[in-house]
């Protein structure tokens, strides 16, 4: 089971930490509650600010808005 749960909307992305509760729908690139940090040219580490869980998640899962922020 994935720690951070990713959902793609039609204005943007709903990110949801399992571990702690932590939610947020981000309509823009910046991000208050989960930070979004580049890994690999493919992939992308988001971390929960709360409980500073991680995964590590691949680009095609996040909107277009995010692809400048996690290079």
Known sequence: MRHIMISPT???V???CRHCGNAESATTSYLNRFRLEG???DSATLRC???QTAISTPMST???LFYHRAS
């Open 62 to 64: 996040l909107s277009a």
């Open 39 to 41: 890994s690999g040219k």
């Open 14 to 16: 709903d990110f949801i």
């Open 49 to 51: 600010m709360n409980c």
């Open 10 to 12: 039609v204005h943007g």
